[in-house]
């Protein structure tokens, strides 16, 4: 089966910059999803097709896939984005995953 | 607005089966597929399987094949999935969500709390 490959924990402080990888075997070949959550709520879509922003997600947001590697970009963080990112890659069942997950600490 | 309400909290013993359902609105029901992924305590997200209501296709994780029933009812705008040969391992937080064409889930339904004891 597919793997993705997140690390645990990333910490920025205010305003800083913020990046989330997402590790996979040709990831750049696959259409990559990105999701955010917070305790106690359901996940939320802030990026989909590697760099496409939902409508309501701020364009402090982006996205990037290339080769093995997909990427998860917060610009200026602030506070509210404190919370778990999960990569996701959609194709068959044999590869339809998510990635164990990015706690963003703000510091 | 698009909404996705699922049924409530639910407790099984080992070996029951659990079914939730998901109530959509908003949207054009059959345009979407429905997924379902799950969440164990403290855990991430785990992709369980996805329904075409469209043409009532599915596909599922491995590991749930054999296991997982998923259907859609366009009478009632209602997606359901059922697990059978419920294990204490199973006890997690269930999502529903609506995709779009190529897998991304937009909006999610609040979440239902399977517990598996005996």
């Known amino acids: 089966s597919y793997v993705l490959s997140q690390p645990p924990s990333v910490s920025v402080a205010p305003g800083k910059t913020a990046r989330i990888t997402c590790g996979g075997n040709?990831?750049?070949?696959?259409?990559v999803h990105w999701y955010q959550q917070k305790p106690g709520q359901a996940p939320v879509l802030v990026i989909h097709?590697?760099?496409d922003r939902p409508s309501g997600i701020p364009e402090r947001f982006s996205g990037s896939n290339s080769g093995n590697t997909a990427t998860l970009t917060i610009s200026r963080v602030e506070a509210r984005d404190e919370a778990d990112y999960y990569c996701q890659v959609w194709g068959t069942s044999s590869y339809q995953v998510f990635g164990g997950g990015t706690k963003l600490t703000v510091l | 607005q698009v909404h996705l309400v699922q049924s409530g909290a639910d407790m099984k013993k080992p070996g029951a089966s659990v079914k939730v359902s998901c109530k959509t609105s908003?949207?054009?029901?059959?345009?979407?597929?429905v997924s379902w992924v799950r969440q164990a305590p403290g855990q991430g997200l785990e992709w369980m399987g996805w329904i075409s209501v469209y043409n009532g296709n599915t596909d599922s994780a491995q590991k749930f094949q054999g296991r997982i029933t998923m259907t859609a009812d366009t009478s009632t705008t209602t997606a359901s999935m059922e697990l059978r040969s419920l294990r204490s391992d199973d006890t997690a937080i269930y999502y529903c969500?609506?995709?779009?064409?190529?897998?991304?889930?937009?909006?999610w339904g609040q979440g239902t709390l399977v517990t598996v004891s005996s």
């Open positions: 908003g949207y054009s029901f059959a345009s979407f597929g």
């Open positions: 097709y590697d760099s």
């Open positions: 040709n990831i750049g070949t696959k259409s």
């Open positions: 969500g609506r995709v779009m064409v190529g897998g991304a889930t937009d909006y």
